[in-house]
């Protein structure tokens, strides 16, 4: 696989440097059958090192599960070796079953087929609550 030339796939760049394996297995690229290409520490005139993911299929990736390890990366949609679409990520309002409430008292730790939900409370630091407990999450 060429990595600098994708036919028809996504390339997921700005990840901060080191987390694009938290990506890749957030995702579960391992179990595609395509090719898949982690660039680790990419020279970035903005972020100075970057990791890189190019997916060489056409195919939904989870936004929200990407913004919440990593709010700046871009997804360029690639298509006939052309970028087709760039969408920009950003902090999700909500995640589901991405983290796990920390709080033994919470409800999610005894009914445990609840679902794992978090509420962006503070956009700027980054806070997610617990939907049940408010409790937040590190
Ligand atoms: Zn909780």
Do not use: W
């Amino acid at each position: 696989m060429n990595i600098d030339s994708i036919k028809n796939g996504i390339v997921i760049d700005h990840i901060t440097a080191k987390k694009g394996m938290e990506i890749y297995e957030a995702l579960n690229l391992k179990n595609l059958d395509c090719s898949v290409a982690i660039i680790t520490n990419a020279k970035s005139q903005k972020m100075g090192k970057k990791d890189i993911i190019k997916i060489d299929k056409e195919m939904d990736v989870d936004i929200d599960k990407i913004g919440f390890i990593e709010p700046n990366a871009t997804i360029n949609i690639v298509k006939d070796g052309k970028l087709q679409k760039k969408l920009k990520i950003d902090l999700p309002e909500k995640i589901v079953n991405l983290a796990k409430c920390q709080n033994p008292r919470c409800i999610t730790s005894v009914e445990r087929d609840l679902d794992q939900i978090f509420i962006l409370t503070d956009k700027e630091k980054q806070i997610y609550r617990c939907k049940y407990c408010e409790m937040s999450l590190k």
